[in-house]
């Protein structure tokens, strides 16, 4: 099994550009989401999706959208990308919403909009 | 601010001794807890949970201890190897239908040989 997988892995932007990191997932499992790492911060939630067709923000989700159209897929796009959203981002999936059961990460997305 | 952190974000332990990496959270209305590991450049993998139910848990060379007292909990790693350089993170699931996990900021663990 391929798990979760992300692409691209690197990523430079000008500040107004636009972009979507892709992720994909073989586990048919039904939450998904989105978290962006920063130095001294942990891992923090964008949006997430319990679903397809269902989706709902996270701790963090301005200046980002999600769409869930099928089981498998969870593209995160930057509409207008801007120097504060330089991050790695990690797609996760699970079984549940996060109260039972492990989260399995990509191997994550590094964006650097300069 | 953030519910859940840890008390060191470097931890410095001799190859075969035990480690022991701690993690606070704040809310109590929190059921659910998960270990992370990560290793340079990769994802978070999954290493160990636990119920609020639960006080301690154990795997293979690693247990996981909860005190609901004082709404701390703690990872425990025997006999460190080179392979158990990582950043550590605690999750906690807020509980009520909440969606997601909240991770503290990480500790790292650097294994002295």
């Known amino acids: 099994n391929a798990g979760v997988t992300q692409t691209p892995k690197f990523q430079v932007l000008k500040t107004g550009q636009s972009m979507t990191l892709q992720c994909a997932q073989d586990?048919?499992?039904?939450?998904m989401s989105w978290y962006r790492q920063d130095p001294g911060m942990g891992l923090r939630l964008i949006h997430y999706s319990v679903g397809a067709g269902i989706t709902d923000q996270g701790e963090v989700p301005n200046g980002y959208n999600v769409s869930r159209s099928t089981t498998e897929d969870f593209p995160l796009r930057l509409l207008s990308a801007a120097p504060s959203q330089t991050s790695v981002y990690f797609c996760?999936?699970?079984?549940?919403?996060?109260?039972?059961?492990?989260?399995?990460f990509g191997e994550g997305s590094r964006l650097t909009v300069l | 601010g953030e519910s859940v952190g840890l008390h060191l974000p470097t931890l410095s332990v001799q190859e075969g001794d035990n480690s022991i990496i701690n993690c606070a959270y704040s809310n109590s209305a929190s059921d659910y807890f998960i270990w992370y590991k990560q290793e340079s450049g990769k994802g978070p993998q999954f290493i160990i949970d636990i119920r609020s139910n639960m006080d301690k848990r154990q795997g293979q060379r690693v247990t996981v201890l909860l005190n609901k007292t004082v709404k701390h909990l703690s990872l425990q790693i025997a006999a460190t190897q080179p392979g158990d350089s990582a950043v550590y993170f605690c999750?906690?699931?807020?509980?009520?239908?909440?969606?997601?996990?909240?991770f503290g900021k990480g500790t790292h663990l650097i294994i002295q040989p």
């Open positions: 586990m048919n499992h039904e939450y």
């Open positions: 999750a906690e699931h807020l509980g009520g239908g909440a969606d997601g996990l909240t």
């Open positions: 996760a999936s699970s079984y549940s919403n996060g109260d039972t059961g492990e989260l399995f």
